[in-house]
């Protein structure tokens, strides 16, 4: 048993496999966008019989930074999204805009409160309310379309 746990322990010591677990673990959000995006990528080239070979050369890039990309595990630049999107014409990062229905209203000044619109004010009054004088910010239950934040 002994035995057993040393080597374990020798193992875990010699391999730098927790490090990668760790790493992974913390980039899997992008890891997973590279991922998808590699996949759309060569269901396309499937899809169209285009080897990566031709995609490489139509990108300006070399058949092996090409494979590497389509591994998934890459961390893509903007660049070169923007390079696969327009060498494949899909779209594999769309931004989505912002739509509002109420037009935009510059904040107005009105003494010591700015009014932002109707849904949103902020006061610069200080009220402390704790003996520490710390700033407090909190949201109050308004009967009204208003939304206050008290200070």
């Known amino acids: 048993m002994k035995n057993t746990k040393q080597f374990i322990l020798q193992q875990a010591k010699d391999s730098n ?22 996949l759309k990528v060569l269901r396309y080239l499937r899809e169209n019989k285009i080897s990566q070979k031709e995609l490489a050369e139509k990108l300006d890039f070399s058949p092996q930074y090409l494979s590497k990309l389509l591994r998934g595990k890459e961390n893509l630049t903007l660049e070169t999204i923007c390079k696969l999107q327009t060498a494949t014409s899909l779209i594999l990062i769309e931004v989505p805009t912002y739509h509002t229905s109420t037009p935009y209203q510059p904040a107005t000044a009105y003494s010591d409160d700015i009014h932002f619109g109707k849904s949103f004010t902020y006061s610069t009054s200080m009220q402390p309310s704790n003996s520490n004088l710390k700033e407090k910010w909190t949201f109050q239950d308004v009967p009204s379309d208003d939304l206050y934040l008290a200070v």
């Open 17 to 38: 496999w927790v490090e990668k677990t760790k790493a992974k673990h913390q980039n899997k959000d992008w890891l997973d966008l590279s991922f998808k995006i590699a």
